[in-house]
């Protein structure tokens, strides 16, 4: 979900008329006078899985498959000492190529930016709608491999009428609240759920506040990453959500209005032996009101009611080891449904950090019943519990 900011940062490393590769904080770049310029890049996320109890007639063997999880082109650029763009593409179906699910690429953002002030700044189109930490940090940066496995919002939900991966059509206020940027902000009203739910076209609205106590967290307008690797010194910032939307889940006939909060903290303490230490930590709860999820399938959009916490604990190792620093990490989740089964899960692993977001290789171990599960909230989903071995790359530019 997380687009190409790093783009956005390198506007610095410009060189004059040249298409260019900079640091890892730039992609391509030409300029074409003082204030126009265009960035290119992109993103490969590919992994393998393997489960037991999940291959076999008797489902007594172990799974094993490769993915194909993301592939993004970005484009972004300046038009006006003020004015700025961005355009990113996903690929979907990435799995298995045929005629019937064969992979298309579509518009995952297009942004119009608008950017005056520290207080005061507007991006409209396609893009994020303001929520927890890990849907603003998208999967590119993240400080795990595999996706935060708290339900979504509405809007990250694939098959929703309210978005793909976290974006909406709609406009979003953001800036800081305050001379030294600790306290900031961002706003937005969109789309949300639509077709055959919310008859009356409400709009959904959301808003998210954080407090960095410490270093102020350097990203794109209101993108969040989810660790720094050490470069951005000790981190702990604070911060809450909230989206709301009258009759944003069910039919036409049976809606509910919905509520969704979360609160995220983030942690990242650089020790004097070189070694980084950091804690993520996230709460949420939505609310279905007016409409029980009583496993009929009413709730076409899939959304989750009730509880949801997930936590994890890295540390990045002093010195490189070859190409790469190591960074060993454990992560718990738990899902507290209302109506639903709870799920949790276990995962510890390591990443290999060659450059950053840039180039990471990842493997770990699960054990829970999240995976089995899935993300479908009906009274009726339950899964068994499930160990799994997986590998994983990262590339971008």
């Not at 000492?81 to 179906?93: A, L, Q, S, Y």
């Not at 540390?315 to 899902?335: A, C, H, K, S």
Request: proline share 2%; charged share 15%; net charge negative.
């Amino acid at each position: 979900m997380k687009s190409l900011r790093k783009k956005a940062l390198g506007t610095s490393l410009l060189a004059a008329g040249l298409l260019t590769t900079g640091s890892a904080l730039a992609g391509a770049t030409i300029k074409v006078d003082d204030t126009k310029w265009i960035s290119v890049g992109a993103g490969i996320r590919s992994s393998f899985s393997a489960g037991d109890n999940a291959a076999g007639a008797a489902s007594d063997k172990w799974s094993s498959s490769f993915a194909l999880d993301n592939v993004r082109l970005y484009v972004n650029g300046q038009v006006h000492e003020n004015i700025k763009f961005e355009f990113n593409t996903e690929v979907n179906n990435t799995g298995a190529l045929n005629s019937s699910t064969a992979a298309n690429i579509f518009v995952l953002d297009a942004i119009a930016k608008f950017e005056f002030t520290d207080l005061i700044n507007v991006w409209a189109g396609r893009l994020l709608v303001p929520s927890d930490r890990a849907e603003l940090d998208g999967p590119f940066y993240q400080n795990t491999y595999a996706f935060n496995k708290t339900p979504f919002f509405p809007n990250d939900q694939f098959n929703s009428s309210a978005g793909r991966y976290g974006r909406d059509d709609g406009v979003v206020l953001w800036g800081a609240l305050t001379a030294d940027k600790r306290l900031t902000y961002s706003v937005g009203v969109f789309d949300g759920a639509y077709t055959t739910v919310n008859q009356d076209d409400d709009l959904l609205y959301a808003g998210r506040v954080s407090y960095n106590f410490l270093n102020v967290e350097q990203n794109p307008g209101y993108y969040t990453s989810s660790t720094y690797y050490g470069n951005a010194g000790d981190i702990l910032t604070v911060a809450f959500a909230t989206q709301y939307q009258e009759d944003g889940v069910g039919d036409a006939t049976n809606a509910a209005d919905f509520w969704g909060m979360s609160a995220d903290i983030l942690s990242e303490t650089v020790l004097a032996s070189g070694g980084v230490v950091t804690a993520e930590a996230q709460w949420k709860r939505f609310e279905l009101t007016g409409f029980v999820n009583d496993g009929t399938g009413n709730n076409l959009n899939n959304v989750f009611e009730g509880d949801a916490y997930t936590g994890t604990l890295l540390y990045l190792m002093p010195g490189e080891i070859g190409i790469g620093r190591v960074q060993p990490y454990v992560r718990y989740t738990n899902n507290n449904g209302t109506t639903t089964a709870n799920t949790a899960e276990w995962e510890g692993g390591l990443n290999y950090i060659i450059d950053g977001q840039n180039a990471k290789i990842s493997a770990w171990y699960t054990h829970g019943d999240i995976s089995t599960t899935g993300r479908n909230y009906l009274t009726t989903s339950v899964g068994d519990e499930q160990s799994t071995v997986n590998m994983a790359v990262q590339l971008q530019f």
